[in-house]
């Protein structure tokens, strides 16, 4: 028969316990069943080291857990101390404002250096000819039917990231550097009264370095600035001035690409006399000529012309090809009066380009003699005559910009506003030439054969005699250059449709004027 094993009784002290106790001890276990599930010699030790664990033993947590807070505590505090005192002593930081170029020039070069887990995304806003190529294959290879879909571009269009507000950890050059990005809110005077305020929002960083001298700092700034121009030089930067009244500030309204200087349609002569004038302006050397002679160290030029021949393009492609940025002012804007073109033209750079467009449309350049008060299409401005001349060559006016007026009837202008030394050269836009007709067709065409794939030089010359036929079937000094371009553009693909179009298009524009100017005598009469 089996034997059942029984176990010799517990001694009644060994099963006393404190009852005021949350939980008895494990030393009033029998050591007979801590024998039978922990067979070891020193099960007298081991059931003191669960009494010591037991949750009725919980001193010993709260005494470590306050003793390392305290630890933690001092410790921090110390550090902070002597990290306050090292700054004090032994950091250098340099400060940029938001509005400063070279915010942009940092937040660039950190976008592509610095790698960190707190980002900020924003909508990319890129220009077509700044898509990556491969998101255009990919997308091309997407579409079915051919036609573009916004929505669907859309898709592959990624989101532009850069460095969260707060500080961010960097090496530049071997060398540890912090960057703090903050950002504030604050009330800005909208008029001179001190009647008006608009809510500002302001950015800027703060850059960090260990050490006694602010040259590692300056290092990094001119490498930031070098690598962020040597990005934009392809591109040509719109300014505006802001609609706050009276903060005279400018911000990059658009980008553009470079326009090459030889899609402009002018006269060779006067285009190769405008590029020198510009070029010699520019040069380093001439600041000091002109102090020297006690001339102001400015130029301005008139462009004038009928509509659609050129003149807004030929500013920017000066601005291109010179590197320069385009400031952009409409006298007519709301809130534009006579000190807030001042304080505008005070904020300029000291080398761009400042664009004043269809300057004849402003009544107070028009002559004074009263003939031409009440014509329609005259703008009511908020400045006088004098007020202009001020800003643009007055004795606080700005030095190193060069001002460029476009007008549709030079005829009209004030004398004032066009003598010598306010206008430096005149240059004349017109209808196109027999040349200039070949050449906007050979621009037109000549980039489907700039692959070398393609680039054979029968193709080109193919191209050649196309261009002198088309010029052949156009009258000189008939159609302004953005007309002949526009009847390029809807037949890009295919410049033997133009040659077979032109005459029809050329016979049907030509109607058209005849029975315009019909209407304007018989509404006129």
Not at 270 to 284: C, G, I, M, S, Y
Not at 292 to 313: A, D, F, Q
């Amino acid at each position: 028969m089996n034997q059942i094993q029984s176990f010799p009784a517990a001694n009644s002290n060994d099963l006393r316990y404190d009852r005021d106790t949350a939980a008895p001890p494990f030393s009033s276990i029998p050591l007979t069943m801590l024998e039978t599930f922990v067979p070891t010699a020193n099960t007298g030790f081991i059931s003191e080291i669960f009494d010591f664990l037991s949750l009725a033993s919980y001193n010993w947590i709260f005494r470590f857990t306050t003793a390392t807070f305290a630890i933690i505590s001092s410790t921090t505090y110390i550090w902070g101390r002597v990290l306050y005192y090292l700054s004090l002593y032994y950091e250098t930081s340099i400060t940029i404002d938001y509005d400063d170029p070279i915010h942009a020039h940092v937040m660039s070069w950190l976008v592509m250096n610095v790698t960190t887990r707190r980002l900020q995304a924003r909508t990319a806003k890129a220009s077509g000819y700044t898509e990556d190529q491969t998101r255009v294959m990919e997308y091309n290879a997407s579409v079915k039917d051919g036609k573009f879909h916004l929505i669907e571009w859309q898709k592959f269009t990624k989101p532009d990231f850069e460095p969260h507000a707060g500080e961010h950890i960097f090496y530049f050059r071997g060398r540890r550097f912090w960057i703090t990005r903050n950002s504030e809110d604050s009330l800005v005077q909208d008029d001179i009264f001190g009647k008006q305020f608009n809510v500002s929002k302001s950015e800027y960083i703060r850059i960090s370095c260990w050490g006694q001298s602010a040259d590692p700092i300056k290092e990094f700034l001119q490498e930031s600035k070098s690598i962020y121009l040597t990005q934009e030089c392809s591109k040509t930067r719109i300014f505006r001035p802001k609609e706050i009244t009276w903060n005279p500030k400018w911000y990059c309204a658009a980008t553009r690409a470079t326009r090459p200087i030889s899609t402009i349609s002018l006269d060779e002569t006067t285009k190769k006399a405008l590029l020198r004038d510009v070029n010699e302006f520019l040069n380093p050397k001439s600041p000091r000529w002109y102090a020297n002679r006690g001339i102001p160290y400015r130029r301005g030029y008139l462009l004038h012309g009928p509509p659609g021949t050129g003149k807004t393009s030929l500013s920017f492609a000066l601005g291109g090809l010179f590197g320069l940025p385009i400031y952009c002012l409409s006298l007519v804007d709301v809130g534009m009066t006579e000190d807030r073109l001042l304080a505008c033209f005070g904020a300029l750079p000291p080398r761009c380009i400042v664009l004043l467009e269809d300057i004849d449309t402003v009544d107070i350049s028009r002559r004074r003699d009263g003939s031409t008060s009440g014509d329609k299409g005259e703008q009511k401005t908020q400045m006088t005559l004098s007020g202009l001349l001020n800003a643009i060559d007055g004795v606080a006016s700005h030095e190193g910009r060069i001002l460029i007026m476009t007008t549709n009837h030079p005829e009209v202008l004030d004398p004032a506003l066009v003598r010598k030394g306010r206008v430096d050269l005149e240059v004349p836009f017109g209808l196109a030439t027999k040349e200039q007709i070949v050449n906007l067709f050979t621009i037109m065409y000549s980039h489907d054969y700039d692959d070398e794939e393609q680039g054979d030089e029968i193709a080109k010359e193919k191209l050649i005699a196309a261009a002198l036929r088309f010029g052949e079937l156009l009258d000189a000094d008939t159609f302004s250059p953005a007309e002949i371009t526009e009847f390029l553009m809807v037949r890009k693909d295919d410049y033997w449709k133009a040659l077979g179009d032109v005459v029809q298009w050329k016979e049907e524009t030509l109607a058209k004027r005849e029975q315009a100017a019909k209407r304007f005598s018989e509404s006129k009469d």
